[in-house]
């Protein structure tokens, strides 16, 4: 009989599930420019943990030698801590790893500053940057910087990718910042290399709410359309406090399960691994998703109210964590669901890329 760890449930196996490619996230800093509300990584001015960067360069090795597909800075701002993270960049692809980087661009003053700040990441190695934007970023990084920021990477054909902040009532969307002048004016052939998306926005507590476009938010007419979570168990994320997260980063930090090991205990990495593959929650999110379970938590309790309240897959998890209701749901039934986990694994990890490969053949 499997034992219970908080609401994880503990196994032992033999190889590990996911066969997939995983991703390392480095968090040098918590520190950041601005202070968002809700920020999903709980960063501000007042952040002061900061990742050593020998701790930065023993978790490229080691993720090379585990075979890690690709590598991620983030934070916080990153670019706080601009000596390291160039070494970091350089690092990494000293060890063939594609590099991409996430920013608010506040150090995009202007296009001039801008383009001296891409020309030494390009020049360090850097694959890819994401710029994040919208409301509650742009009380603290004006838009025009992002704007600067995106023009700059385009002119150097870095793939540039934009996420904006969601909500029923944004003022920056989507439109708005495609038909900004510097962004406007790119030539068709620079476009090729500029993405923008919007992302909900989600408060950090679970019992809040905010309001979504309609066919945003999850309710028991979409949710059978919901993926399993791509980042649990693909994503390992070293934070600025050396902690070792399990996922990309939203919300972790207020989840001690989500937290599986630390920098300075040898082997952290390998053995991150091997722990949350060994969870069963964790399996279940991956190739589930947390709005399933919250769905099927509801069907046992029907005091678990959850239709049209959340339209990020982050705000179901930090729901499945915190609260009591649908972790005793878990506790008392999990059981029922092994078995469809059980296929649901065997559908991505097997079946279906070997019928893909025997089709390509």
């Given at each position: 009989?499997?034992?219970?760890?908080?609401?994880?449930?503990?196994?032992?196996?033999?190889?590990?599930?996911?066969?997939?490619?995983?991703?390392?996230?480095?968090?040098?800093?918590?520190?950041?420019?601005?202070?968002?509300?809700?920020?999903?990584?709980?960063?501000?001015?007042?952040?002061?943990?900061?990742?050593?960067?020998?701790?930065?360069?023993?978790?490229?090795?080691?993720?090379?030698?585990?075979?890690?597909?690709?590598?991620?800075?983030t934070?916080?701002?990153?670019?706080?801590?601009?000596?390291?993270?160039?070494?970091?960049?350089?690092?990494a692809?000293?060890?063939?790893?594609?590099?991409?980087?996430?920013?608010?661009?506040?150090?995009?003053?202007?296009?001039?500053?801008?383009?001296?700040?891409?020309?030494?990441?390009?020049?360090?190695?850097?694959?890819?940057?994401n710029?994040?934007?919208?409301?509650?970023?742009?009380?603290?990084?004006?838009?025009?910087?992002?704007?600067?920021?995106?023009?700059?990477?385009?002119?150097?054909?870095?793939?540039?990718?934009?996420?904006?902040e969601?909500?029923?009532?944004?003022?920056?969307?989507?439109?708005?910042?495609?038909?900004?002048?510097?962004?406007?004016?790119?030539?068709?052939?620079?476009?090729?290399?500029?993405?923008?998306?919007?992302?909900?926005?989600?408060?950090?507590?679970?019992?809040?709410?905010?309001?979504?476009?309609?066919?945003?938010?999850?309710?028991?007419?979409?949710?059978?359309?919901?993926?399993g979570?791509?980042?649990?168990?693909?994503?390992?994320?070293?934070?600025?406090?050396?902690?070792?997260?399990?996922?990309?980063g939203?919300?972790?930090?207020t989840?001690?399960?989500?937290?599986?090991?630390?920098?300075?205990?040898?082997?952290?990495?390998?053995?991150?691994?091997?722990?949350?593959?060994?969870?069963?929650?964790?399996?279940?999110?991956?190739?589930?998703?947390?709005?399933?379970?919250?769905?099927?938590?509801?069907?046992?309790?029907?005091?678990?109210?959850?239709?049209?309240?959340?339209?990020?897959?982050?705000?179901?998890?930090?729901r499945?964590?915190?609260?009591?209701?649908?972790?005793?749901?878990?506790?008392?039934?999990?059981?029922?669901?092994?078995?469809?986990?059980?296929?649901?694994?065997?559908?991505?990890?097997?079946?279906?890329?070997?019928?893909?490969?025997?089709?390509?053949?």
């Open positions: 009989m499997p034992t219970e760890v908080a609401t994880g449930i503990a196994l032992s196996p033999q190889r590990h599930f996911y066969q997939g490619p995983r991703t390392l996230s480095i968090m040098p800093t918590f520190t950041c420019p601005a202070a968002c509300s809700d920020c999903g990584t709980l960063s501000s001015p007042r952040e002061r943990a900061r990742l050593e960067i020998h701790h930065i360069i023993s978790a490229l090795d080691k993720a090379r030698e585990l075979g890690f597909r690709n590598v991620v800075f934070g916080g701002e990153a670019t706080l801590r601009w000596k390291d993270l160039l070494l970091g960049i350089r690092h692809r000293s060890l063939d790893f594609p590099v991409r980087l996430v920013t608010n661009a506040y150090w995009a003053r202007n296009l001039e500053a801008a383009r001296k700040k891409l020309e030494a990441l390009i020049a360090a190695g850097l694959s890819e940057i710029y994040s934007t919208g409301d509650e970023h742009v009380k603290f990084v004006p838009i025009e910087r992002v704007a600067c920021a995106v023009r700059a990477a385009c002119e150097r054909a870095l793939p540039v990718h934009v996420m904006i969601l909500k029923s009532d944004n003022s920056v969307t989507r439109e708005k910042f495609l038909n900004h002048p510097m962004v406007a004016q790119l030539s068709a052939e620079e476009c090729k290399h500029l993405s923008v998306k919007t992302s909900p926005w989600m408060p950090m507590d679970h019992s809040a709410t905010y309001s979504y476009p309609p066919e945003n938010a999850v309710n028991r007419y979409n949710v059978g359309m919901r993926p979570c791509d980042s649990v168990l693909q994503t390992y994320t070293i934070q600025a406090d050396g902690r070792v997260g399990a996922c990309c939203l919300g972790m930090r989840v001690p399960e989500l937290n599986v090991g630390h920098v300075g205990r040898q082997g952290a990495l390998r053995r991150a691994i091997t722990d949350s593959e060994a969870d069963f929650l964790k399996l279940w999110i991956h190739y589930e998703g947390p709005e399933r379970i919250i769905a099927w938590a509801s069907r046992h309790n029907p005091d678990i109210k959850w239709e049209d309240r959340y339209a990020h897959h982050c705000q179901f998890c930090l499945l964590y915190h609260d009591d209701d649908v972790r005793q749901v878990v506790r008392d039934h999990w059981e029922e669901v092994i078995s469809m986990v059980l296929q649901s694994a065997w559908l991505d990890e097997v079946y279906v890329p070997q019928a893909v490969a025997g089709f390509l053949k």
